[in-house]
């Protein structure tokens, strides 16, 4: 049975409650697992047919092994600092066909001016796209209160209904390639 994975990095927790919402909107389409990029698999077989990655803003990127050892030395945290969505968007395979995929990222609620700087899903579509994936809808955005959060109100329940529009995204697509 084809299956979605959600693949997430997060430092302090708020970027897996937004994965986490995500996969119970996707659920009512297809089976979901959800996974930190540090457990994923590092080869995805065909079952796989939706894959969505998301992560935090890191000085308006998407984390590298010096902003997370950053926020280790900041925040008290013990992340391995060369484990995250960067380095198994970089490591991982696919196996069979081409899969599906959208990207998110967490930022601070800053003005849209500021924001705009932000591009952490902008690499993710960028390495999605070097292993082939087809995306499926834009990028989407959460937004946090503070580094260490919380989310800001009615951010998960945002990540749900955008978690039901991919698995309807995923499933027109397929009917689409089917005929
Ligand atoms: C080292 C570091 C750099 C950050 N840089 C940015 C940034 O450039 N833009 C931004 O919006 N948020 C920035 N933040 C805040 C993060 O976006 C926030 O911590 C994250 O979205 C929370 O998600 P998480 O709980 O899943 O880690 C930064 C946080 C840290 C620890």
Redesign the pocket.
């Known amino acids: 049975m084809t299956k979605a994975l959600v693949v ?11 994965a986490r919402a995500i996969a119970d909107g996707l659920s009512a389409r297809l089976p979901v697992t959800v996974t930190a990029a540090s457990d994923a698999p590092t080869t995805l077989g065909p079952e796989i047919g939706l894959l969505v990655v ?8 998407l ?1 590298r092994p010096a ?2 050892e ?2 280790n030395r ?2 008290g ?1 013990s992340v391995d600092p060369a484990a995250g969505l960067r380095e198994w968007l970089d490591e991982v395979r696919i196996e069979g066909p081409a899969i599906a995929a959208a990207a998110y ?6 003005p849209k001016l ?2 705009k ?2 591009h ?1 899903s902008r690499t993710e579509e960028k390495l999605l796209g070097r292993l082939h994936c087809r995306l499926v809808a834009p990028a989407e955005h ?3 209160t ?4 919380p ?1 800001v109100t009615g951010e998960e329940e945002r990540a749900r209904a955008w978690g039901a529009t991919l698995g309807d995204q995923w499933e027109a697509r397929l009917a689409a390639a089917n005929g």
Do not use: C, K, Q, W
């Open positions: 997430y990095e997060s430092l302090f927790g708020d970027g897996r409650t937004i998301g992560a935090p803003n890191h000085v308006t990127g984390p902003t997370r950053g926020a900041d925040y945290l990222d967490t930022r601070m609620d800053h500021v924001t700087l932000d952490a959460f937004l946090v503070s580094p260490e959060g989310l």
